[in-house]
């Protein structure tokens, strides 16, 4: 109707009326976008909230699963260990890893199953389903806080590369299978405590996969921990987005 109008107009030659309308159409259409920006950022701030929470419920999860494994890994360590220090009173931890605080003892199933324990190791499945979404529908964006994504992208690289590094640690525990099978040995074995000591003692090949055992549950140790204290940190900076 106001198109029919503003032609009208122009064919009257009254160009007031014709300025007036097209000023009418303009104002319009502004704000039908502002109308729309509005809407699109109360959506966008809805989203964020969502995805804010889900995230925080992401990093809950990695940090329960993460200190799962820190205890596993601790008593696999607190096996070797106790097998090398009755070869070696003077045996000590490498340095150039972070101290590891907490202590445990040997878990009895470990004690029980020896050749289980020394080649178990944990395999960190990360939940990232939310950040993945967010990344694969170009919806990052609706998280505000640009330091949070940036913290957020490089804990979940660093999730991605620890992954890599458990698929290394599967390798080196083959040989040690593959030396209980050639020893007839089984996973499933008991044995006890002594013995597995004496062969330590007498089998030096055994006694590098014991070492190998310690060195690989403070590497995964390490690990966990850090991802614990990361996702704990990146999770109080999101619980402080939501509840400002």
């Keep these: 109707m106001i198109l029919r109008r503003l032609s009208q107009h122009v064919k009257d030659q009254n160009w007031f009326a014709v300025a ?23 959506q966008d701030r809805r989203d964020e909230q969502r995805y804010l929470t889900e995230l925080s419920r992401d990093l809950n999860v990695n940090m329960a699963r993460s200190q799962e494994h820190q205890l596993s890994t601790l008593q696999r360590l607190a096996f070797a260990e106790q097998i090398l220090v009755e070869i070696d009173p003077e045996y000590d931890r490498p340095k150039f890893w972070p101290e590891v605080s907490e202590v445990v003892s040997p878990d009895p199933e470990f004690i029980d199953y020896p050749y289980a324990a020394l080649t178990t190791s944990v395999y960190l499945v990360a939940a990232d389903s939310t950040f993945e979404e967010l990344i694969q529908t170009g919806r990052i964006g609706v998280i505000s806080n640009r330091e949070l994504v940036s913290d957020l992208t490089e804990f979940y690289n660093e999730l991605e590369q620890y992954s890599n590094e458990d698929d290394i640690v599967f390798a080196q525990i083959q040989p040690m299978l593959g030396y209980l099978r050639a020893n007839a040995l089984g996973l499933g074995d008991q044995a006890e405590l002594a013995a597995i000591t004496e062969r330590a003692k007498t089998d030096s090949e055994f006694l590098g996969y014991i070492k190998m055992a310690a060195f690989i549950s403070q590497w995964q140790y390490v690990n966990m921990s850090r991802i614990e204290s990361r996702a704990e940190r990146l999770r109080a900076t999101i619980e402080a987005e939501l509840n400002p």
């Design 20 to 42: 007036l309308d097209f000023c009418i159409v303009v104002a319009g259409i502004l704000i039908a976008f502002q109308i729309t920006s509005w809407n699109e950022g109360r």
